[in-house]
């Protein structure tokens, strides 16, 4: 393994906990039919195209077309969504803010929509101890797109092989080690503080 100079952090599920069902549960009490509602209506891949740049009124705008019954549920995606970042994630957090205060150089790369992450960063000033973030939204590429990884490190100045990723998602990661990049799969605290540590780096 090169020696890492760069760190770079997913943000949904491993520093912000993100959960599109806590309004939902309460909008659509019946598990089943909510299972289906955000599978098949307000699905990830529809939510994805807000993270690559759509605007939600063109998004609710085509979903209303296709499900007109659903017009109100679905305009509670867009309307409830600050329920859906309930909380950070307190270990993760710390580990940042740690990595950043002993001097690493730590950089955000998120597929996000651009509105919401101005909420996200509203409310979890630790979105602002980043050296700086790529939301997808923002420049119109999304993880695991081997541009955007690209884009990042030229943005940014990062040496690819010298760039450790933490996602929460499989293919990020992997998307990630094409470009380069070393990666590694957060699932929990001690698990990135663990991966941290094989590659060298150990938070105070």
């Known amino acids: ?3 890492i100079i760069h760190i770079v952090f997913d ?14 549960r309460r909008l659509i009490p019946d598990a089943a039919e909510r299972t289906r509602f955000l599978s098949e209506v307000c699905s990830p891949t ?4 807000q993270d690559r740049g759509r605007s939600w009124r063109e998004a609710e705008d085509a979903l209303i ?5 659903h017009e109100a549920m679905i305009r509670a995606f867009r309307r409830h969504w600050p329920e859906m970042i309930p909380a950070q994630i307190d270990g993760s957090v710390a580990v940042l803010e740690r990595l950043v205060d002993a001097g690493w150089d730590v950089t955000g790369l998120t597929n996000f929509a651009s ?23 923002d420049i119109g590429l999304m993880k695991p797109e081997a541009e955007i990884y690209r884009h990042h490190a030229e943005a940014f100045g990062l040496d690819p092989a010298a760039t450790l ?13 094409a470009a380069g990049w070393q990666a590694e799969r957060f699932e929990t605290v001690e698990g990135l503080r ?3 540590a094989r590659h060298g780096i150990r938070p105070a």
Do not use: C, Q
Not at 46 to 49: D, G, H
Not at 65 to 69: C, F, G, K, S
């Open 115 to 137: 509105d919401t992450f101005a909420i996200a960063r509203e409310r979890y000033p630790m979105l602002d101890r980043f050296r700086g973030v790529t939301v997808s939204a």
């Open 65 to 69: 077309a296709e499900h007109p019954r």
């Open 1 to 3: 393994m090169s020696e």
């Open 194 to 196: 663990a991966d941290l």
């Open 165 to 177: 990723f933490f996602d929460d998602t499989m293919k990020n990661v992997e998307g990630a080690r």
């Open 46 to 49: 529809w939510n994805a195209e």
């Open 11 to 24: 943000i949904g599920n491993v520093l912000l906990r993100w959960d599109p069902e806590i309004p939902y």
